[in-house]
């Protein structure tokens, strides 16, 4: 079976095995790993998808911009922001919701009407110093229920990024197979190389893959990291 929208792949891979691993985060600046079971992405994903519909009140097809690097939580925006219909948009365009690194949150106020900054800190911490007039998404997400359910499900073709679900869908699964990504495999992928969302999230959702984020990743950990995670493929420069 190949899916058509982010919504219906992930619904998928939620189903089949809750408990296995979908995202393994390192990175190797800071020393933190973090694992999150497709269980635990499940309930981000939903709590992000209730605040950008219940606390900002959005609706399928407005726009959101995720100006966020590679990230465990970056994966749980832009999966709630698709699961609830809306339009990722690319840093620069219009939005009505921004999800930024706090270092640059203070920078979307003047054109974007909800700003989210994130700390991206170790173990998911809010923000140090929240700036007046940006919301800590880490704190805010929290008070939002563990199940989203959209009042229209998404469709094919409605727009995900500038291409409809179902091209983005298709361009995943291109990628997926030109690397040679196969269902169930785990995957190391090093996101300093590869920060298209793309390549480390979509693709590897496509196929039901469990992935294995590297920041930093120095090249003479690279056997151990595959030893210890059980990595059957690379992606790597």
Avoid at 16 to 22: E, I, N, Q, S, V
Avoid at 182 to 188: C, I, N
Avoid at 216 to 234: F, H, I, N, T
């Amino acid at each position: 079976m190949r899916f058509t929208t982010v919504p219906m792949a992930f619904a998928e891979m939620a189903g089949a095995d809750p408990a296995r691993p979908m995202i393994t985060w390192y990175d190797d600046h800071s020393g933190e790993r973090v694992e999150l079971s497709v269980a635990t992405m499940t309930n981000g994903v939903a709590k992000t998808a209730n605040l950008v519909v219940d606390g900002v009140g959005l609706a399928a097809g407005d726009p959101a911009c995720v100006d966020l690097p590679p990230h465990w939580q970056t994966a749980q925006v832009l999966l709630g922001c698709w699961s609830a219909g809306l339009r990722v948009v690319d840093p620069g365009q219009p939005a009505e919701v921004a999800f930024v690194i706090a270092e640059r949150a203070t920078d979307y106020l003047d054109h974007t009407p909800e700003v989210y900054g994130l700390s991206l800190a170790p173990l998911g911490a809010p923000m140090r110093d929240r700036p007046a007039g940006v919301a800590d998404y880490v704190l805010e997400v929290r008070a939002h229920g563990d199940h989203f359910t959209p009042i229209t499900p998404v469709s094919p073709t409605d727009p995900a990024t500038d291409l409809s679900h179902e091209q983005l869908c298709q361009e995943a699964y291109r990628r997926a197979e030109a690397r040679g990504l196969t269902p169930g495999a785990r995957v190391l992928i090093d996101v300093d190389s590869h920060p298209d969302p793309v390549d480390w999230l979509l693709a590897p959702l496509m196929v039901g893959a469990s992935t294995v984020l590297c920041r930093g990743l120095a090249a003479d950990r690279l056997p151990a990291r595959m030893e210890q995670e059980r990595v059957a493929l690379v992606w790597q420069g």
